[in-house]
């Protein structure tokens, strides 16, 4: 199997995508020419011309607005907005048309469309352009919300995610660019809605998502030689979320950890939280933890913004924590 | 007095055809865009304009009955809203507000479509495909977007086909649909701005909006616009084929301010005497777009009782179909309620309609 890198199977997926259906196309700010702020774009324009390959004046309000209409027209659009912070600016076209439309017409306007967007921090980009916004999304009914940690699931998540006819906010990762893996040459769809065991383990479960999920396989590796078995499941899909694989890994383990890099109030780890609670509390030997975020604006400074971040030691922290609490059991 | 009231609603610079009191007068740039209205024409615009009032009054009614929730009268603009769907094509695409009852009758739409959303029943009342018109849109001004994306699509797909906009003054403040207008002109996208300035946004006057007139906006943006008198049937038919035109022969966007009047509240939960001036009012209801139609029929000796006896004939049955269908409109099943939240049904959202199915099974019958 090829290795390449997320953004290459990002790009070879919108060129094959763009190649078996005439109807999709890419809309979005400096996509075209400068081939996106990511290079996620790159060689597009140049192949597929200014038509489906669309830049567009600097204006997220208008271009996701713009996006539904054509989608309703049948076409099937793919805006990238260029970073998840700059969507605050369309959140009424996502949250209030393209969530809804399909529900407040009757069922019989479908929005397929895709929204692909990078959230993330540690690239000292500070505090308006670091931030993980992916719960607002996960939140409304309507949306479907994947984040591929992987390049294979990045090829396998777009496709479905253009296949899809419902809206579909595709979060990348800033810091997953240039991460590589095998990714499988040829057709390749995976299902939204369906979380991966990322690695198999019997010890306890950590439960992550995108560059989360990346650090929990390899701190879970980390601790193999120490003879500590985890298990990480990857959402891969924040809405709709994969409840049973969470809660089948959880009754395996009995421990839980949640991984994410949005804040700890309110996040992703919360929702996770509260369905091992509702799914395998009589299998719970400890409290679920969460591992997330500082509540704090992400700031500018490395050392801050290093502080600011989960990463691999708290991780295994709490891990080491959670074992020791029920070493009873072990 | 406010400093907000009268900036840009003089009739300074107004495209007009049909004069206030029914006089004819020639104009050579948009005369020949009307050319083909026949008498058969003036008249059956006429019927249109009468029906769609008569609508109005009995859904308004219908409100204060209790038979509906709401209700948004369009009393005194119903010649910018036939006078525009009238020109429209079968396979033109119309993005309105709440407001557009009269655009929706131009369209074809089945009468209790029109109610369902205003007896608290649905979203929306008709299949946007089946009469080529996006349902009402409730928050201001994001369906000039929708729009520019359609038309955007129409020019991918290489048909002459022109998607149009309904707003009002108001709208014209938001975002969306100034940048509509940015997306429009820079993909010379076939859409049709077409605003509705009945110079009131709710409570607050036209000038709290725009210091100049709105047309005068579009040209900014670079998109040609027309100020016309949106009580003037055959003014707004012209300037809307202009358009049409435009946008058909792949010439871009183009921006149409019909200038007219709220003669109702905004809402049926509104209330105008709070805040509109009765001489104002009464300005403008000389300016009646049906009266002047009519006084232009009564010249052409085109208004005989046969003909106006038929036409509030066709009204009166017409509202009793309304009515008729708006006492036969059933609830719709609670279970619906998770219907449609995605193309095809989530686990997750299957098991709480499974939950809620156990709980209604804990009512006598089950319901």
Request: a negative charge; aromatic letters at 8%; hydrophobic letters at 40%.
């Amino acid at each position: 199997m090829p290795v390449i890198t997320y953004r290459q199977a990002l790009n070879d997926t919108l060129r094959a995508e763009l190649t078996r259906d005439e109807n999709v196309f890419l809309i979005g700010e400096e996509i075209g020419q400068f081939e996106g702020s990511y290079k996620i774009t790159a060689g597009l324009l140049d192949e597929f011309g200014p038509t489906r390959v669309r830049d567009t004046p600097i204006a997220e309000e208008g271009f996701v607005g713009a996006a539904i209409g054509a989608a309703m027209m049948g076409l099937r659009p793919v805006a990238e907005i260029m970073t998840i912070n700059f969507s605050l600016i369309a959140m009424d076209q996502i949250v209030n048309h393209a969530a809804k439309i399909y529900g407040m017409f009757g069922g019989q306007t479908p929005v397929p469309m895709v929204i692909r967007t990078p959230g993330g921090g540690g690239q000292q980009l500070g505090a308006t352009h670091s931030q993980n916004l992916e719960v607002w999304y996960a939140h409304v009914p309507g949306l479907k919300v994947v984040a591929p940690s992987t390049p294979a699931d990045a090829k396998g998540l777009l496709t479905a995610a253009i296949r899809d006819d419902d809206p579909v906010i595709f979060l990348e990762n800033l810091s997953l660019y240039n991460t590589k893996g095998e990714v499988p040459d040829g057709e390749q769809v995976t299902e939204i809605g369906k979380a991966a065991i990322a690695k198999e383990g019997t010890d306890i479960t950590v439960i992550a998502y995108s560059r989360a999920s990346v650090i929990a396989v390899e701190t879970a590796r980390k601790l193999e030689e120490e003879g500590i078995s985890v298990e990480v499941v990857d959402l891969r899909s924040l809405r709709p979320l994969d409840r049973q694989t969470v809660c089948e890994s959880v009754r395996k383990t009995s421990r839980a950890v949640v991984l994410e890099d949005d804040w700890l109030s309110y996040g992703v780890g919360a929702e996770i939280s509260a369905t091992v609670m509702e799914g395998a509390f009589d299998y719970l030997d400890a409290p679920v933890r969460r591992v997330a975020a500082a509540e704090v604006p992400l700031p500018y400074a490395k050392p801050m913004e290093t502080a600011a971040l989960p990463d691999a030691q708290d991780l295994t922290k709490v891990i080491r924590e959670q074992l020791e609490a029920t070493s009873f059991f072990r | 007095m406010s400093t907000h009231d009268s900036s840009s609603a003089d009739d300074g610079g107004l495209v007009q055809l049909l004069l206030p009191d029914g006089e004819r007068i020639a104009d050579a740039g948009y005369d020949k865009w009307v050319a083909d209205v026949d008498d058969d024409q003036l008249k059956s615009l006429y019927e249109d304009m009468v029906v769609v009032r008569r609508i109005d009054t009995e859904a308004t009614a219908l409100q204060r009955q209790g038979e509906l929730g709401l209700w948004p009268p369009l009393i005194g603009q119903e010649a910018a809203q036939i006078g525009s769907g009238r020109t429209l094509r079968q396979d033109d695409f119309v993005f309105a507000s709440y407001r557009e009852n009269g655009v929706a009758y131009c369209r074809g739409v089945e009468y209790t479509d029109l109610l369902r959303v205003w007896r608290g029943h649905t979203h929306s009342g008709w299949n946007p495909y089946d009469i080529n018109m996006a349902p009402s849109q409730v928050i201001i001004g994001s369906q000039t977007l929708h729009a520019t994306g359609y038309a955007l699509g129409c020019q991918q797909d290489g048909v002459d086909t022109v998607a149009i906009s309904y707003f009002g003054d108001g709208a014209t403040s938001q975002g969306d649909p100034n940048e509509a207008m940015v997306f429009a002109a820079s993909f010379q996208a076939p859409v049709i701005f077409f605003c509705q300035n009945n110079q009131w946004a709710i409570s607050e006057p036209v000038g709290l909006q725009a210091r100049a007139p709105i047309a005068s906006r579009a040209p900014g943006f670079g998109i040609p616009s027309m100020r016309v008198d949106g009580n003037d049937v055959l003014a707004v038919m012209a300037a809307t084929r202009i358009a049409l035109d435009r946008a058909r022969s792949g010439n871009g966007p183009t921006y149409i301010e019909a200038v007219t009047y709220r003669m109702g509240p905004h809402t049926t939960s509104d209330d105008p005497s709070r805040y509109v001036d009765v001489l104002e009012r009464e300005g403008w209801q000389a300016k009646d777009p049906i009266s002047r139609l009519e006084a232009y029929l009564q010249s052409r000796g085109l208004l005989t009782d046969e003909f106006t006896g038929r036409v509030n004939a066709t009204a009166d049955d017409v509202a009793a179909k309304v009515r008729e269908g708006c006492l036969g409109l059933e609830p719709p099943e609670p279970l619906s309620v998770f219907d449609h939240v995605y193309s095809e049904p989530t686990s997750w959202l299957e098991r709480q309609k499974d939950e809620y199915v156990q709980y209604l099974q804990t009512f006598e019958g089950g319901q």
